[in-house]
């Protein structure tokens, strides 16, 4: 059974840090993509980051590259999330979707996602 479950949100002031977690299950390493998606209050769930499951290449969304790294530690069966300079706009659910590798499409595209976890909640607020 393919379980992903994230944690490591919470209320970080602007400009802050924090690193979110994606522990995953039912599934070897190399088969799927993880990929972490957010969605803002009243908006659409956009893909932020996805990390590639057979080279391990990583993406990000324009909007957090410079200032966001996700990485993948297999031994433990986890992906992580780093974000620093918080801003504002980074508030909202985030959650981490496995992709099987083998299906192609872009990284930001949703669809592509077959599993998917409960998500984590980020607040970048004063």
């Known amino acids: 059974q393919v379980q992903l479950v994230e944690s490591g949100g919470g209320l970080v002031q602007p400009g802050g840090s924090l690193r979110l977690s994606c522990s995953f299950s039912?599934?070897?390493?190399?088969?799927?993509?993880i990929g972490w998606f957010r969605q803002a209050p009243g908006k659409e769930r956009e893909g932020i980051s996805c990390v590639d499951g057979t080279d391990g290449s990583t993406y990000y969304l324009d909007s957090v590259k410079g200032r966001s790294t996700i990485s993948r530690d297999n031994a433990k069966n986890t992906v992580y999330l780093k974000i620093h300079s918080l801003r504002p706009e980074d508030t909202g659910g985030h959650s981490c979707?496995?992709?099987?590798?083998?299906?192609?499409?872009?990284?930001?595209?949703?669809?592509?996602?077959?599993?998917w976890g409960r998500g984590t909640k980020v607040t970048a607020d004063s």
């Open positions: 979707p496995a992709a099987d590798v083998r299906v192609p499409g872009p990284w930001g595209d949703q669809v592509r996602y077959d599993y």
């Open positions: 039912g599934f070897t390493s190399d088969a799927y993509a």
